[in-house]
């Protein structure tokens, strides 16, 4: 303990840091930012242990881009946090994967100490419950992003057809496409509204449409907007009728909704069959043959 606690005051002195690149150019900005670092405002608690929060906080950082080193899926991480409409990065993410990993640990080692000094599990089958649970915490919120992005790519079909149809009559009451994806971040909520404000400030920023659209279309990754995107492109650079294209695209994801209902339909159908055969069929028969036994052994 005195060894560790010693090895940590030394790596932790200011010196032994790594400097990064906002500290390295931070005196020659003194002129342009010449607040004082102590009347800075400290950065929000993220978990209600406030004090020992700000404790951990620069040992999960130092942890956090350690396991980046040896990860090279962090652009793809990204791209699924934009997938799931989050705002945080990549860096965040692992912090909160660290963090359920670290609260499944404590929790069973505190369980698997109680039933170890009651003499209910060995040693060896301890630890390995203690780590398997650690390890499934921080799987665990990697499969809660994975629903997430689900859940949030069927709002985004379900809420397209209506968006779409939306869009075509603005077009084809005479407004631009600009104007149309205006109009629709007006009247509509949702997550594709929400997509659609992010192109429409882009637009307003200065970047083109198509390249908005076109990023749109990269951070949803979803086959249908894909053809929304690339069906808005064509029509804006070859002037072919807009209205005609967007009202076929939202027939075409009323259909493939349809479509996917009758496969789930199909589905459950077949699954259907198992509490069928082996719950209510041998209920039904014992109903029907029980009365004769009871009349046969009455006979008797």
Same mark, same amino acid.
């Given at each position: 303990?005195?060894?560790?606690?010693?090895?940590?005051?030394?790596?932790?002195?200011?010196?032994?840091?790594?400097?990064?690149?906002?500290?390295?150019?931070?005196?020659?900005?003194?002129?342009?930012?010449?607040?004082?670092?102590?009347?800075?405002?400290?950065?929000?608690?993220?978990?209600?242990?406030?004090?020992?929060?700000?404790?951990?906080?620069?040992?999960?950082?130092?942890?956090?881009?350690?396991?980046?080193?040896?990860? +090279?899926?962090? %652009?793809? #991480?990204?791209?699924?946090?934009?997938? !799931? &409409?989050?705002?945080? @990065?990549? *860096?965040?993410? =692992?912090?909160?994967?660290?963090?359920?990993?670290?609260?499944?640990?404590?929790?069973?080692?505190?369980?698997?100490?109680?039933?170890?000094?009651?003499?209910?599990?060995?040693?060896?089958?301890?630890?390995?419950?203690?780590?398997?649970?650690?390890?499934?915490?921080?799987?665990?919120?990697?499969?809660?992003?994975?629903?997430?992005?689900?859940?949030?790519?069927?709002?985004?079909?379900?809420?397209? +057809?209506?968006? %779409?149809? #939306?869009?075509?009559?603005?077009?084809? !009451? &005479?407004?631009?496409? @600009?104007? *149309?994806?205006? =109009?629709?971040?007006?009247?509509?909520?949702?997550?594709?509204?929400?997509?659609?404000?992010?192109?429409?400030?882009?637009?307003?920023?200065?970047?083109?449409?198509?390249?908005?659209?076109?990023?749109?279309?990269?951070?949803?990754?979803?086959?249908?907007?894909?053809?929304?995107?690339?069906?808005?492109?064509?029509?804006?650079?070859?002037?072919?009728?807009?209205?005609?294209?967007?009202?076929?695209?939202?027939?075409?994801?009323?259909?493939?909704?349809?479509?996917?209902?009758?496969?789930?339909?199909?589905?459950?159908?077949?699954?259907?069959?198992?509490?069928?055969?082996?719950?209510?069929?041998?209920?039904?028969?014992?109903?029907?043959?029980?009365?004769?036994?009871?009349?046969?052994?009455?006979?008797?």
């Amino acid at each position: 303990m005195l060894g560790a606690g010693l090895w940590l005051v030394v790596v932790r002195i200011p010196a032994m840091r790594a400097i990064t690149l906002t500290q390295r150019i931070a005196p020659q900005l003194r002129a342009v930012d010449l607040r004082s670092r102590l009347l800075a405002d400290a950065p929000g608690n993220v978990t209600p242990f406030g004090p020992l929060e700000r404790i951990i906080r620069p040992l999960l950082a130092d942890a956090v881009a350690w396991s980046h080193r040896f990860n +090279p899926a962090a %652009a793809t #991480l990204a791209c699924r946090l934009a997938q !799931a &409409g989050r705002a945080q @990065t990549a *860096a965040d993410f =692992r912090a909160q994967q660290l963090l359920w990993a670290a609260g499944d640990l404590a929790a069973s080692t505190l369980v698997m100490v109680f039933l170890a000094a009651s003499g209910s599990v060995d040693v060896p089958f301890a630890v390995v419950i203690v780590l398997g649970c650690a390890v499934l915490g921080f799987v665990g919120r990697d499969y809660v992003l994975s629903a997430d992005i689900r859940r949030r790519e069927a709002r985004m079909l379900a809420e397209f +057809p209506s968006l %779409a149809e #939306l869009m075509a009559l603005a077009v084809s !009451a &005479g407004e631009s496409t @600009t104007g *149309a994806l205006e =109009r629709i971040c007006r009247t509509a909520t949702g997550e594709l509204a929400g997509e659609f404000a992010l192109v429409l400030a882009a637009t307003r920023a200065g970047k083109p449409l198509v390249e908005a659209l076109q990023e749109f279309s990269h951070r949803t990754r979803l086959a249908p907007l894909a053809r929304f995107v690339d069906g808005i492109t064509v029509a804006v650079q070859r002037g072919t009728p807009l209205a005609d294209v967007l009202r076929a695209q939202a027939q075409d994801v009323r259909d493939l909704a349809k479509r996917e209902l009758m496969e789930s339909a199909g589905k459950k159908e077949i699954a259907m069959m198992v509490p069928l055969v082996f719950g209510v069929l041998p209920l039904t028969v014992l109903f029907a043959v029980y009365p004769g036994i009871a009349l046969i052994n009455l006979g008797f």
